[in-house]
């Protein structure tokens, strides 16, 4: 089964997966979905998240970068994602890179923007999903921009040593995520100079020069009823896990991504532990699939 990811290029938490799928060096097909909402291709199979990215293998559908990288570390185990010595401290580093820090790296791409640089719609869409104000934005995007170069020069002290990655000759879930917010802020040509505050800063640029370099593995484009019509082929995956209190299995909920006006994905509970959360659902298009989240970040409403 060759996973499938849906995305679109300016995104980079998609990013992020699709230097994760470099490092593995896999084949994988892509669905390139709209920046803006609806997406109802998208929601066929998810359910209703429709953020940014999705990684969809047959009838097992992963939202959020964490339950995604989880899956393909399962679905191709080296090389690995948390390399020795930092291992799981790859995924809290992660978490903060696309946590406290991709706000301010959001202030650092999009806050120099003059207005009128970004479509009506798209502006409109942040603003109803996710309460982006722009003016705001743009007051405090010099601070943010500044926050940013604290982080960058974490990292450029922690290369300081010779390493080649952030826990020493292999990169990780870490590298990927901090690589993933410089990428942001460079790919706004109005934050030419917020992004050469980053990679100005010792050993940063060659670091990221050796992140770009591991690519994006190899993938194919196929339509988004292409997907569909594969997720309704397949059969989902066993489903191994706990439940936590006060929730049971099999129970109807729906689980609501903290910060996002989105509608939640409503299924049947199949796992709530540590290690994510799954619901059983079937669509009209789809048919039966499993989606999987995270736990960080997600509210399970009974
Ligand atoms: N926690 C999520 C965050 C994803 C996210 O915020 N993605 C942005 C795009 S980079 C998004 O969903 N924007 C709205 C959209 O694409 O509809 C993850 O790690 O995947």
Redesign the pocket.
Known sequence: MTPILHH?P?????E??RMALGLKGLAWQSVT?????P?PDLAALTGGY????VLQIGADIY????A?LAALEGFAPTPSYYPAPLGALHVMIANWA?GPQ?RAHVGAAMGAMPEGALDGAFVA??KA??GLDLGQLGKAAPQLAAQTRVAALWLSQTLTDGRAFIGGEAPGHGDLALAANIW?VRSVPFAKANAEALTGLPHVADWFGRMAALGHGTPTEISAAEAIDIARAATPSDVAGGIEAPFSHGQMVRIQ?EGSGDAPVEGALLKADSTGITLSRTDPRAGAVHVHF?RI?QFIIA
């Open positions: 679109y300016t995104s980079p938490f998609a992020l997966v979905i709209p920046r803006i909402a997406k429709i953020r940014t990215p939202c959020d970068t964490a995604i696309a991709f869409d942040r999903r996710f942001f991504t995270p970040g």
